[in-house]
């Protein structure tokens, strides 16, 4: 059974940052290609970014490029979103969701495990 906890979530200022953690146990991190989704309240769950198990390649939804990152470290089993230049638009509850292909994933539908989620708030 794998375990996913994400962390880090908060109310912040527009303009500040957060960095968003992700737990991995059960498994070592080190087989997954791990995703970060975001829900708003009203809105469809959507593709925030990626990173591929192997070759940590990422991808991210234009709506964030330049001011997220993603990045893990498969020694602590953890996977960070770094968000920067926090937008009143980021509002959503922030999700990670794991799958143990090699290759990035933007469906949610392509994930087997997933978090409980972190609510991030940006305030304008």
């Known amino acids: 059974q794998v375990l996913l906890v994400e962390s880090g979530g908060g109310l912040v200022q527009a303009g500040y940052s957060l960095r968003l953690s992700c737990a991995v146990s059960?498994?070592?991190?080190?087989?997954?290609?791990v995703g970060w989704f975001r829900q708003a309240p009203g809105k469809e769950r959507e593709f925030v970014g990626a990173?591929?198990?192997?070759?940590?390649?990422?991808n991210y939804a234009d709506s964030v490029k330049g001011r997220f990152t993603i990045s893990r470290d498969n020694a602590k089993n953890t996977v960070y979103l770094q968000m920067n230049s926090l937008k009143p638009e980021d509002t959503a509850v922030y999700y990670c969701?794991?799958?143990?292909?090699?290759?990035?994933?933007?469906?949610?539908?392509?994930?087997?495990?997933w978090g409980q989620g972190t609510q991030v708030t940006v305030s304008s």
């Open positions: 969701a794991a799958r143990q292909s090699y290759e990035l994933g933007f469906s949610g539908s392509s994930y087997d495990y």
């Open positions: 990173i591929t198990r192997l070759t940590y390649n990422t």
């Open positions: 059960g498994r070592a991190l080190a087989i997954y290609t």
